[in-house]
T-cell receptor, first 116, second 112 residues
């Protein structure tokens, strides 16, 4: 069965500092990997996704993620965070761009706090 | 703005009651998925509908059921509500099999 682990429940970063959010996955086939962001009381917004090709993926809002097959990881990074990046971040895995008939499997999320 | 609209935004129900949540999608989005997001957790897949037929289901009991209409809008019905059904319910729609799914803002259900 597929699973996603986000080991950090909370992360606090100073504004302007770099950010890395960790994600490890388990999936039986070649997965689609996703990072979503959720602001309080809001739905999910896709930051980026990966299926094949270049293992460094660029997304919106200055985010990027690197796929490492050997480590089953798909970590999200941003070189310089802004106060508006404070939100909940979810890593997810699925069998196609929209999740397929099995849907997307999400991690439990990482809550990002930005210090002034 | 994703073009996916969910209603209502919030509602409160009593244990044992039934509830219907609604989702309308962008034009041409023929696939809809529903997710349950409990407080402090990631979303969990409930089921997916494609052209009015359920074609995938997560680990949820039969009292969670759905409908998709010819205009591709959708309903999630939950019978015999339990306290643990309190959650944010999200729908996601897409236009073709391998397309990106777009999420609505969700319906916050509280069961008391």
């Amino acid at each position: 069965a597929q699973s996603v682990t986000q080991p950090d429940i909370h992360i606090t970063v100073s504004e302007g500092a770099s950010l890395e959010l960790r994600c490890n996955y388990s999936y039986g086939a070649t997965p689609y990997l996703f990072w979503y962001v959720q602001s309080p009381g809001q739905g999910l917004q896709l930051l980026l996704k990966y299926f094949s090709g270049d293992t460094l993926v660029q997304g919106i809002k200055g985010f990027e993620a690197e796929f490492k097959r050997s480590q089953s990881s798909f970590n999200l990074r941003k070189p310089s965070v802004h106060w508006s990046d404070a939100a909940e971040y979810f890593c997810a895995v699925g069998r196609d761009s929209g999740g397929g008939a099995d849907g997307l499997t999400f991690g439990k999320g990482t809550h990002l706090i930005i210090q002034p | 703005e994703t073009g996916v609209t969910q209603s209502p935004t919030h509602l409160i129900k009593t244990r044992g009651q039934q509830v219907t949540l609604r989702c309308s999608s962008q034009s041409g989005h023929n696939t809809v998925s529903w997710y349950q997001q409990a407080l402090g957790q990631g979303p969990q897949f409930i089921f997916q509908y494609y052209r009015e037929e359920e074609n995938g289901r997560g680990n949820f009991p039969p009292r969670f059921s759905g409908l998709q209409f010819p205009n591709y809008s959708s309903e999630l019905n939950v019978n015999a509500l339990e306290l643990d059904d309190s959650a944010l319910y999200l729908c996601a729609t897409k236009g073709w099999e391998y397309a990106e799914a777009f999420f609505g803002q969700g319906t916050r259900l509280t069961v008391v």
